[in-house]
């Protein structure tokens, strides 16, 4: 029973967690605005199986996609999260309180660039060469600032969040 318990407090709050962060997607929001590259952070945070955090961010992203519709830049997105993830389960152990400022600013750097990268890719708003890159980069800067905002806004929620549950008893 204590065996169960442990696992619950380990595994069942984060995925919780983590499902509610990404179907915020449904809500009504600025643009970018979204708690998705949180998610990547977190998950690679809240669990040491590295394919449990890829299954969990692929699933939680798919869930709110059914509901919001498929897009042509589903690749990209996916894989700049699937990306953020690795990273961070690579360098979790030095994720703190003190520093998710600075890595939630990277990681929404990195959504940025191929995300964008993605939409340039695909798209037919941009001649394919480095002025159209360029061009596409800097149409993209203001939605950088919601997806800043909310990153960090989005991963200090569920860091405190967590760390609360996790020093208290279930049931």
């Known amino acids: 029973m204590q ?9 069942i709050f984060p995925i919780s967690l983590i499902l509610i962060l990404a179907l915020a997607r449904l809500i009504p929001h600025p643009p970018n605005f979204t708690p998705i590259v949180a998610v990547a952070i977190m998950s690679s945070c809240f669990f040491r199986n590295m394919y449990l955090s890829f299954a969990v961010i692929i699933v939680s992203m798919l869930l ?20 953020i993830a690795f990273i961070f389960f690579k360098i979790s152990t030095k994720i703190k309180l003190q520093n998710l400022f600075i890595f939630g600013f990277l990681g929404s750097v990195i959504f940025f660039l ?43 929620s569920a860091f405190i969040a967590n760390n609360l549950f996790s020093k208290r008893a279930i049931l």
């Open 114 to 156: 191929i995300s964008n990268f993605g939409v340039w890719i695909l798209s037919g708003m941009y001649e394919k060469n480095l002025n159209g890159l360029t061009y596409c980069y800097f149409l993209a800067l203001p939605f950088f600032v919601n997806t800043v905002l909310s990153t960090i806004i989005f991963t200090y």
């Open 3 to 11: 065996k169960l318990l442990k696992t619950l407090k380990k595994e």
């Open 64 to 83: 709110a996609d059914v509901f919001i519709g498929f897009y042509n830049n589903m690749f990209f997105v996916y894989l700049s999260l699937l990306l």
